[in-house]
């Protein structure tokens, strides 16, 4: 098993930047790719990006694309997501996921959850 745990969230001002950490413990041995989602008061989870184990490819939700990227350190087990020019309705609880799959694939299911941290934008 691998277990996630977040940080890096708070409050930040429309335009301003975080970088959300994702450190992952126990089996990490295996490989396995990760994901950031997020998910707003009265909304259903969004996947936000996601990445290979190897790192070499990676995805992103529209709304973020050239504003966000994630990557990884596997000399660590911590995954990252750099969040830029952010904006109020970026505010959301983000989750930091993994699945363990080889060392190219996104899979399409994520096993392992991290508790979530807040990220809050105002105007």
């Known amino acids: 098993q691998v277990q996630l745990v977040e940080s890096g969230g708070g409050l930040v001002q429309a335009g301003g930047s975080l970088r959300l950490s994702c450190a992952a413990s126990g089996h990490t041995s295996t490989t396995y790719a990760s994901a950031w989602f997020r998910q707003a008061p009265g909304n259903e989870r969004e996947s936000v990006a996601s990445i290979t184990w190897s790192g070499g490819t990676t995805r992103y939700a529209d709304s973020v694309k050239g504003r966000f990227t994630i990557s990884r350190d596997n000399t660590k087990n911590t995954v990252y997501l750099q969040m830029n020019s952010l904006k109020p309705e970026d505010t959301a609880v983000y989750y930091c996921?993994?699945?363990?799959?080889?060392?190219?694939?996104?899979?399409?299911?994520?096993?392992?959850w991290g508790q979530g941290t807040q990220v809050t934008v105002s105007s």
């Open positions: 996921a993994a699945a363990y799959s080889r060392s190219y694939y996104i899979p399409p299911d994520y096993t392992y």
